[in-house]
Structure formats: C-alpha cells, structure tokens
C-alpha cells in the first residue's frame, strides 16, 4: 500500500519544517534539501509497488585491520541519496504496513566510542529533524520490526541491499524465509539515480568546476622536472581548498609512456620536455564527482605530430557530441567517434586506422559513482549526464591523447558541463604560458 504524495507530505511536513536542514553538518555542499530526500523516496516506493524496502548503510572501518585513510568514512551513495545522512550502521525502511510508511533506524548512542570518534546521530528526536523522517528508532528493534512486517503480508516480496558486505547477516537474520524471494533494490534505484534532480545537478557543477581550475592551474605549474605526484598534490591542494572532499577517483597524471596506460596512477615520474601528459582527475563535491581528461605537452608547445593526433582526438569527440540529445543511444555516440576516426586517420597511425588504438568505450554515466549506475541500453533523456572521451593511445611512440568532457542531456540535445574548460590546442597552450597562481616550482612563474 503505498501512500498517496499528498498524504505523505502532510505526514512529513511537521518533521520538514521542525528540521534545521544539517543533515550533514558543516559539509562544503550544505544539505540535500528534505523535500528532494521525500520525492526520491516516494519514487523508490512507487517502483517497488507497495514491497518492502530494506536499505541498509556504510559502516565505519575498523582502524587496526582495514586501514582507513583520510576523512575515511563515504556513506553508501543510495543510502546517501534517500536520506541525505551520513551516520554508519543505520538502515532505512520503506513500504512499512505499520504504522507509517518510512522508518530509520540507528545505534544507540555510545559515550565510550564518541570519545574516539566525536558524536554520532543516535535514534531520538534530534535523529527525526536532521533526517526529516518521522519514525526513527533503536536498531536493536530491526530484525523484531521486520519480521513482524513480513508476517503480516500475503506475499512477503521484498527489495533489499545491504549496503554494506558486514550488514548481510543480520540482514538474513531479519528477512528469514522472505530473503529467497527478494528482489535486488539496486536496478530500481539504479534507474532513478540516471536522472539527476535540481541539487544532484547543483552539486555536479561545483564539482566540474573544481576541476576545470585544478586542470588550468596544473597547466601554469607543469614543467620539465616536475615529478608527475607534484602535479597531483597540486590538483588535489585545488579539490580540498574549494571543498570538495575526497577525489571520485584516484588522479591519473601519467606522462610519455604513462600516458598509454589508461588508469594510470601511481604518479611517479620525471615530466621531460617532449612529452605528453594524460591528466584524467575528478573532484568529489557533495558526493558527486565529476571526471575530466586534458593531455597537455610539457614544452608547453604541441610538436606537429602530437597536435595531429590530438585533433584527430577532439574531432572525434565533436563527432560524438554531435549526437547527443533525447532518443540516442550511448552506441550510437560510439559509432560516431570510430566512423570519424576510420574516415579520418589518413596515414597517422600507420596503416591501420587510428580507431585501433581507441581501445576503450567513448562514454559512461556520471553522478554519486566515477562509472555511475545505470543500464548502457537506456536511451539518452534529459537530466542525465555523461563523459565522452575518446583517446588514441600509440606505445611504440610513448604518446596517448584523451580528452574527455561532462555532458548533461537537455530537451532539446545537451549541455557541456565542462565547457569552460578549453579543449583547442592553442588555448591550452596559451594557458600553460601563464604564470603558476597557486604553486609555483623552480623554473616556473615567480
Ligand atoms: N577516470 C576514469 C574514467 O574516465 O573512466
Ligand atoms: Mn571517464
Ligand atoms: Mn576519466
């Protein structure tokens, strides 16, 4: 029985309007707005047609055997999207049969453990005006609760994800029987998640346009005897100190042979003049990451035969962009690139056509995941986004160009997120002409 929209909005409206919107307290990002958490959550009860739906969260690593590193604990990204919250160990309830329609469940709060790892949101009412959800309890109650629900239906199909590996036995516990026919949760959420609402959007922005400045400022600051790591920490002094809070992916800075190895990350050589430089990096901002490849000439001048293949690069892609738009098919963008690379390579890649060498897809959804969730047979619709990014890699010659872009699909076609982030040869060269702003090294800038 799922609760019609105006029905539950009265019931939650109390909770909204009570709450301070600090779901995640002191987050660069701010909140994700209570009433967008509603609709998505309401979107995933109407697609689960009245089932249950258990999701459970991330838990905290344990600092002895898993080593965590950095600000370590992520909140699993569909635990993220439904309740804006990042407590660990928490599990979220849909389609309950009593008494309402969403619950949250949550540790008891723990002095001993918050005295290593600061306070913690425990069930209580302070727990029900950051979530915005109604029905918070002790997760001492999940496994009673559930199993009491799945009793009271006829048919016990539910939708589960544990959201964490650990969480599944505790999990089983609770759903019994009922688990031999449940349904994997994440193809649902997987198709809500490909089309991004008003604050996933505002949050992918930020994060394209963190890393627009870092690719820029690495252009100024490269130079021959610059360790590709040096770049790197650079890149990620940017991410950090405009608020993104983690990297969506580890950076790739790969120069000469390096450039040819297309994830790339260990970051450890001498830049020499002559070579190229493959910078494929993203900024995570409020969960969202954007992914953006520029491959610049260390010299700061494109020789002629890098300039040919890094046209023959960009051109492809403006043959992919050109299909962009409601009704394509991520295939289709394929099949643009390749076309225009086989009609084009005349003798660049030797005998062969320089698509040989494009070993790799054109494209991948963007959002909460580096390589989002989603089905690749979708056809295109608005709101969702996207790379594209071809390359051609040649090992013999120690020479990889990718460059790759963020797309949002619009009514009408789309929208380069990226497109203040220049992709001519000359505009990038102009830019490494400019003096460093952040960092400069011996031999570059002041
Ligand atoms: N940055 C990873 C990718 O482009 O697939
Ligand atoms: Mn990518
Ligand atoms: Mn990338």
């Known amino acids: 029985m799922i609760p019609d929209r105006a029905t539950l909005t009265a019931c939650l409206a109390v909770a909204f309007l009570s709450s301070p919107g600090s779901a995640q307290v002191g987050a660069p990002a701010g909140p994700v707005p209570a009433e967008l958490l509603q609709e998505r959550r309401?979107?995933?009860?109407?697609?689960?047609?009245?089932?249950?739906?258990?999701?459970?969260?991330?838990?905290?690593?344990?600092?002895?055997?898993?080593?965590?590193?950095?600000?370590?604990?992520?909140?699993?990204?569909?635990?993220?999207?439904?309740?804006?919250?990042?407590?660990?160990?928490?599990?979220?309830?849909?389609?309950?049969?009593?008494?309402?329609?969403?619950?949250?469940?949550?540790?008891?709060?723990?002095?001993?453990?918050?005295?290593?790892?600061?306070?913690?949101?425990?069930?209580?009412?302070?727990?029900?005006?950051?979530?915005?959800?109604?029905?918070?309890?002790?997760?001492?109650?999940?496994?009673?609760?559930?199993?009491?629900?799945?009793?009271?239906?006829?048919?016990?199909?539910?939708y589960i994800d544990p959201g964490d590996p650990a969480h599944v036995d505790r999990l089983g516990e609770a759903l019994g029987e009922a688990r031999g026919t449940a349904r994997q949760l994440g193809p649902t959420l997987a198709e809500l998640r490909m089309i991004k609402d008003r604050d996933e959007l505002r949050r992918l922005r930020e994060a394209v346009r963190i890393t627009t400045e870092a690719h820029q400022e690495a252009w100024r600051a490269a130079g021959a005897g610059m360790h590709e790591y040096e770049v790197e920490a650079l890149i990620e002094y940017v991410f950090r100190s405009r608020g993104a809070e983690r990297v969506g992916f580890p950076s790739i800075v790969g120069s000469a042979e390096n450039s040819v190895t297309l994830h790339y990350?260990?970051?450890?050589?001498?830049?020499?003049?002559?070579?190229?430089?493959?910078?494929?990096?993203?900024?995570?901002?409020?969960?969202?990451?954007?992914?953006?490849?520029?491959?610049?000439?260390?010299?700061?001048?494109?020789?002629?035969?890098?300039?040919?293949?890094?046209?023959?690069?960009?051109?492809?892609?403006?043959?992919?962009?050109?299909?962009?738009?409601?009704?394509a098919t991520v295939g289709r963008l394929e099949q643009a690139a390749r076309r225009y690379?086989?009609?084009?390579?005349?003798?660049?890649?030797?005998?062969?056509?320089?698509?040989?060498?494009?070993?790799?897809?054109?494209?991948?959804?963007?959002?909460?995941?580096?390589?989002?969730?989603?089905?690749?047979?979708?056809?295109?619709?608005?709101?969702?986004?996207?790379?594209?990014?071809?390359?051609?890699?040649?090992?013999?010659?120690?020479?990889?160009?990718?460059?790759?872009?963020?797309?949002?699909?619009?009514?009408?076609?789309?929208?380069?997120l990226s497109g203040s982030l220049p992709r001519r040869p000359e505009e990038v060269e102009r830019i490494m002409s400019e003096a460093p702003r952040i960092w400069s090294v011996a031999g570059k800038g002041s």
């Open 42 to 158: 309401v979107r995933v009860m109407e697609a689960a047609a009245g089932a249950p739906v258990v999701l459970g969260s991330s838990r905290l690593r344990d600092l002895e055997r898993e080593y965590p590193q950095d600000s370590d604990f992520r909140q699993s990204n569909d635990f993220f999207y439904l309740t804006g919250l990042e407590t660990p160990d928490a599990w979220l309830v849909l389609n309950l049969p009593t008494p309402g329609s969403e619950g949250l469940y949550l540790e008891p709060r723990d002095p001993a453990q918050e005295l290593w790892t600061g306070e913690k949101l425990g069930p209580g009412s302070e727990a029900r005006a950051r979530s915005g959800l109604a029905d918070v309890r002790s997760s001492d109650r999940l496994v009673t609760d559930v199993t009491g629900w799945l009793g009271q239906l006829e048919a016990p199909a539910v």
């Open 265 to 327: 990350d260990k970051n450890r050589r001498m830049l020499q003049d002559g070579d190229l430089v493959v910078v494929d990096i993203g900024a995570e901002f409020g969960y969202y990451t954007a992914d953006l490849t520029r491959t610049f000439p260390v010299s700061g001048q494109f020789t002629d035969r890098q300039r040919a293949v890094y046209e023959l690069v960009l051109s492809a892609q403006e043959a992919a962009l050109a299909e962009v738009r409601p009704g």
């Open 341 to 416: 690379m086989r009609e084009h390579s005349g003798d660049l890649c030797g005998g062969e056509s320089c698509a040989a060498y494009f070993p790799h897809g054109i494209s991948h959804w963007l959002g909460m995941d580096v390589h989002d969730v989603g089905n690749y047979g979708t056809t295109l619709a608005p709101g969702m986004v996207l790379t594209i990014e071809p390359g051609i890699y040649l090992p013999d010659e120690s020479l990889g160009v990718r460059i790759e872009d963020n797309v949002l699909v619009t009514e009408d076609g789309y929208e380069l």
